[in-house]
Each structure stands twice: as structure tokens, then as C-alpha cells.
């Protein structure tokens, strides 16, 4: 079955928005353009949005639960700003200061990394608010960061023998492009320390969400587009698109397919496999980097931290959440092929060790594993990103995946789907063809 939209608009009635993906990208590129009066379509093929970044109820652990931890900063603006627009800011919390609580898993040590808010970083001229056992110039040495080749690994660049690297920048290179230091791009790293520790403690509160991403990030999303007038179709997988000349003239969906009108846009939001699939000769990362979440049913302590950094265990991060505490592992290929029976006593020995609880019995968990979460951050894979312009007038690229400047992450996520949706409304389609001819 074709679907047609109304082919005949005022003259001045702007053309439909056909956004197809409702993970993070989609949803920021639909509300934005939803709420600058922009007819929006909005297509996912799984029965929910959200993507990678959402809340389900587990049957098992008979509770809500995350399908990852994400950790936001004061400085991620585009998060922000869209978190505002759906006026959800409420439903994040954090310090009211940049502070980060580590423990080294070998030794039992612990202490908190605490910056101050200004751009200038005295807190490292102070011991209690820096690692133990480093020095306020081992912290400058990050600097030659900014001058790196972009060939160049951050391993090659900050020397993997310091405490300072195996304690804060191996914790953060892991942690922000999901890749280890020995594969991670130095440049795109410095990209990362530049839009925070760079920026000073102002940027970098720790955030996250009081119940789940879903009620921070998604639902209040699908809310605010119902209310702006937008369409909403879940449970819609787009199998291909129809080309006609320089313009995308049709999406083909399993059960119809979507006829676009002159004036009509799409915004392909989709993973980067899948938009390679659909659009002729698109070059996208193709390694790809696994994350690996624990999610143990217990009542976290009272008044603990809302997160530990682990240093030297298994686990890498601990969140506390309203009736679990949450493990995470980015770039996990060393365990993601373990059972679940093997890495629970495992991660729960880090659990119990940062929160101070009990080691045995180990409670209830559900492990969950993704094997492609995020492309590969190295210096060859970069080079793989797309721009977001295509070739064709009408056809535009969100995602984590696309050239944004930034790791695979909310924040670039997110940016992206605003910048898809500045292109539609803020440019002109002579503008959009002629960045096409130059990307």
C-alpha cells in the first residue's frame, strides 16, 4: 500500500519531515523541528523509542531497569537544551560541584577527583582534589593532547607507565569513546577534555537521571510531540528508500510505502549499518566496541555516592539507582563473551567492595550485552564518519555515528539530530545541494 500525504500546500506551508529512527538522534531532530511548526513523521521499527537509551521492567529482577548507565555533565549543552525543551530538567540530579569517587580495586584506596568551577584548574595545585600520588604537572603532560597527529593513538601520546594514566586518563578515555587507550584518536579524546575538564568544573557536574532514561530522555519526548502535532509510528522498518534523480521520492516500508512530496524532507536516523544498507555508496565505521551492564536487585545504602569510578576490577563504573545498582564496562571485549553466571560473583565483588555492602549472597542480576554499542573511536574509523549532508536534496544523516566532532555519546547523539533539523529549517535547498557537492 502507498501512502500519500497531501501533494498540494499553501505556498508558504513548509514541507513534511519524514524522521526515520527514534532513538536520541530521531527524537531531538523531531522535537525540534515539531516545535518550530514543522509537520513531522516520525518512524522506528522496534515497538518503542528510545533506541540504546531507554527503561524497560525486567521480569526477572521484577523491578525497572535501565539498558545502559549514561552519565550527563553540566557542560553537555545540547542534552541540556533538549532536555529543556521537554521540560524535564527536573528529572536529573547530581552534585552541585564537579566531583568524581573512585576506589582502586587492588589497593582499597579511595578518593574523590574534585574540580573547581572556573576555567582555571587550581584544583590541581591541591592533593585532596586530585589523584593520590600524582603531582599538579603530571596534569599538563594531557596538554600535548591538543597538538597530536590525528593518526595518533592516545596510548602514544600520554605515557601508559604513569598512576595519573592508569587512574583518570585511561578511566576517561574508556569511559567517553568506548575504546581503549591504545586504539582511542588522541585528537578526538582532546576533543572530549576540551568541552570539559577544559571548560572547568562550571562543566562538569555529574547528572543523571532520577528514575530512568526513559522518563528523562524518551517519554517526555513522545509527549511533547503528540502535543506539537507530530506522527509517531513505532513498529515500522523502513526497507529501503526510492532515488529519483537527486532526491529521495519514497520510503518502502514491510507493510506501505511513503510518497514524499517536493517540498518534503527525511532524516535518516538510524544506525550506521543500516544507513549504509539503505543509501548508495555511504562509507560508515564498521568496527565496532561492546558494553557490558550488570544490573543487581538490591536496596543501595543510604546517602552512598550516585556513582563510583572502579579502578583495576572488573567493573569500571557503579551507578546507584532506586532499586539496583547498576555495573558498567565499556570497551569490553575482555569479558563479553563470559557467562552470566561467571561475571555476576565478579562484578558484585566490585559492588560490594565500593558500596561497602555484603559479599555474599550475591544478589539477583541481569546482565546485559551489547556486542556493537558503539563504533570503534580509533583514528581509521574517524575517517569513516560521514557529514550529514548527502548527495541527495532532500535527504539528511543523524546519529552518534555522523562527523559531530564527538564520541558516540548522548551528547553527540543528540547534536546531531538538532543540527539535521537547523539544516531543514535554516537552510535553503540551492544551500543544502550546494554542501552536498562539496562533502
Not at 513548509?14 to 514543522?38: D, F, N, W
Not at 523491578?63 to 521537554?86: F, K, M, P, Q, W
Not at 587507550?181 to 547528572?207: D, K, N, V, Y
Amino acid at each position: 500500500m502507498t501512502r500519500d500525504f497531501p501533494a498540494s500546500r499553501p505556498h508558504d506551508e513548509p514541507g513534511r519531515v519524514h524522521i526515520v529512527g527514534a532513538g536520541l538522534a530521531g527524537l531531538a531532530a523531531a522535537v525540534e523541528l515539531a516545535a518550530a511548526g514543522r509537520p513531522v513523521c516520525l518512524y522506528e521499527a522496534a515497538p518503542h523509542a528510545g533506541g540504546r537509551c531507554r527503561s524497560y521492567f525486567d521480569t526477572e529482577l521484577g523491578c525497572r531497569i535501565d539498558n545502559g548507565n549514561h552519565l550527563v555533565l553540566s557542560g553537555n549543552n545540547s542534552t541540556l537544551a533538549y532536555v529543556e525543551r521537554l521540560g524535564a530538567l527536573r528529572t536529573l540530579e547530581g552534585p552541585a560541584e564537579a566531583v568524581f569517587p573512585f576506589i582502586d580495586a587492588a589497593t582499597k584506596q579511595r578518593w574523590t577527583l574534585r574540580l573547581n568551577q572556573g576555567k582555571l584548574p587550581w584544583w590541581i595545585l591541591t592533593s585532596r582534589r586530585r589523584v593520590p600520588r600524582t603531582r599538579a604537572i603530571d596534569y599538563c603532560v594531557g596538554l600535548a593532547l591538543r597538538r597530536a597527529d590525528p593518526s595518533t593513538t592516545v596510548a602514544a601520546v600520554l605515557n601508559p607507565d604513569r598512576i595519573l594514566f592508569r587512574r583518570l586518563w585511561e578511566p576517561l578515555v574508556v569511559a567517553a569513546l568506548n575504546t581503549s587507550a591504545e586504539q582511542a584518536s588522541a585528537e578526538l579524546f582532546w576533543q572530549i577534555l576540551a568541552e570539559t575538564l577544559g571548560r572547568g568544573g562550571m562543566a562538569c557536574c555529574p547528572l543523571v537521571p532520577q528514575t530512568g532514561l526513559s522518563e528523562t530522555f524518551v517519554e517526555p519526548a513522545l509527549a511533547r510531540l503528540r502535543v506539537d502535532g507530530a506522527e509517531v509510528r513505532l513498529g515500522s522498518r523502513l526497507r529501503a528508500l526510492t532515488f529519483e534523480g537527486d532526491r529521495v521520492s519514497e520510503l518502502v516500508f514491510d507493510r506501505d510505502s511513503i510518497k514524499l512530496g517536493d517540498g518534503d524532507s527525511a532524516i535518516l536516523a538510524v544506525p550506521a549499518a543500516i544507513a549504509a544498507r539503505l543509501v548508495p555508496a555511504l562509507t560508515v565505521p564498521d568496527l565496532y566496541s561492546p558494553i557490558v551492564n550488570a544490573h543487581f536487585r538490591c536496596d543501595p545504602p543510604g546517602g552512598a555516592p550516585l556513582f563510583i569510578g572502579v579502578i583495576g576490577g572488573t567493573a569500571e563504573w557503579i551507578f546507584r539507582k532506586r532499586e539496583t545498582l547498576s555495573v558498567t564496562v565499556s570497551a569490553a571485549d575482555r569479558i563479553v563473551d563470559a557467562t552470566a553466571p561467571d561475571l555476576r560473583p565478579l562484578f558484585w565483588q566490585d559492588v560490594a567492595l565500593a558500596y561497602r555492602l555484603p559479599a555474599d549472597p550475591v544478589p539477583p542480576a541481569r546482565i546485559v550485552k551489547e556486542r556493537r554499542a558503539t563504533f570503534l573511536a580509533s583514528p581509521e574509523q574517524l575517517k569513516r564518519r560521514p557529514q550529514q549532508i548527502t548527495a541527495w536534496r532532500n535527504l539528511l544523516l543523524a546519529g552518534d555515528y555522523v562527523d559531530t566532532g564527538l564520541p558516540a555519546t548522548i551528547e553527540g547523539a543528540i547534536r546531531s539530530g538538532f543540527a539535521a533539523a537547523r539544516l531543514v529549517t535554516g537552510a535553503s535547498r540551492q544551500q543544502l545541494c550546494s554542501m552536498a557537492a562539496g562533502a
